[in-house]
């Protein structure tokens, strides 16, 4: 079983930076992907990046490819979604997951 626990949201202005957090914890979670997703308002839950526990690989999604970097703490079993440059439309509540598990989600909120 994994625990996570995303904090860091926050309301912020078009073009500013974010960085979220996830604690992770439980038996196995060096073995597992971890991944953050976002759901916006009317709008179905989508992938935004990835990051491989073992090797440190990485994936984004389009939309946030160049803005957004993930990366992981071992010593704080902690992964962080960076977020610059932000906009409206990045604005969503922001889960990281990992296999069936998930956290409860924190609300960023991004004005024009």
């Known amino acids: 079983q994994v625990q996570l626990v995303e904090s860091g949201g926050g309301l912020v202005q078009a073009g500013d930076s974010l960085r979220l957090s996830c604690s992770v914890s439980?038996?196995?979670?060096?073995?597992?992907?971890v991944n953050w997703l976002r759901q916006a308002p009317g709008k179905e839950r989508e992938f935004v990046a990835r990051?491989?526990?073992?090797?440190?690989?990485?994936d984004y999604a389009d939309s946030v490819k160049g803005r957004f970097t993930v990366s992981r703490d071992n010593a704080k079993s902690a992964v962080y979604l960076q977020m610059n440059s932000l906009k409206p439309e990045d604005t969503a509540v922001y889960y990281c997951a990992s296999g069936t598990f998930w956290g409860q989600g924190t609300q960023v909120t991004v004005s024009s």
């Open positions: 439980g038996r196995t979670f060096r073995h597992t992907t």
């Open positions: 990051i491989f526990w073992s090797s440190g690989s990485t």
